[in-house]
């Protein structure tokens, strides 16, 4: 059985930081591409990050461009996301996905951002 736990999420500040973390189960990790995607009430699931299965390859969102970084360690089975200089527009449920062939999700985490 697939699974796919993210934590990390909660409540900070305009400008603070937060770690987001997606640990798998039931894949073969290391051949998966991993996203985050987030998903705002009101509006449709957007791609914030995406990183290979190596790990040598990223892509970001606009919106996050310079201020978050994906990364992975294929030994813990585990996807990172680190948000730096958070916006109040970054609140949202993030999810994160594994991709070889057919997209496994995970439950989510929500991240406020308010002051």
């Known amino acids: 059985q697939v699974q796919l736990e993210e934590s990390g999420g909660g409540l900070v500040q305009p400008g603070g930081s937060l770690r987001l973390s997606c640990t798998a189960s039931?894949?073969?990790?290391?051949?998966?591409?991993m996203s985050w995607y987030r998903q705002a009430p009101g509006k449709q699931r957007e791609l914030v990050a995406r990183?290979?299965?190596?790990?040598?390859?990223?892509v970001y969102g606009d919106s996050v461009k310079g201020r978050f970084t994906i990364s992975r360690d294929n030994a813990k089975n585990t996807v990172y996301l680190q948000m730096n200089s958070l916006k109040p527009e970054d609140t949202a449920f993030y999810y994160c996905?594994?991709?070889?062939?057919?997209?496994?999700w995970g439950q989510g985490t929500q991240v406020t951002v308010s002051s």
């Open positions: 996905k594994a991709f070889f062939g057919k997209d496994y």
């Open positions: 039931g894949i073969i990790f290391s051949i998966y591409a």
């Open positions: 990183i290979s299965s190596g790990g040598g390859s990223t």
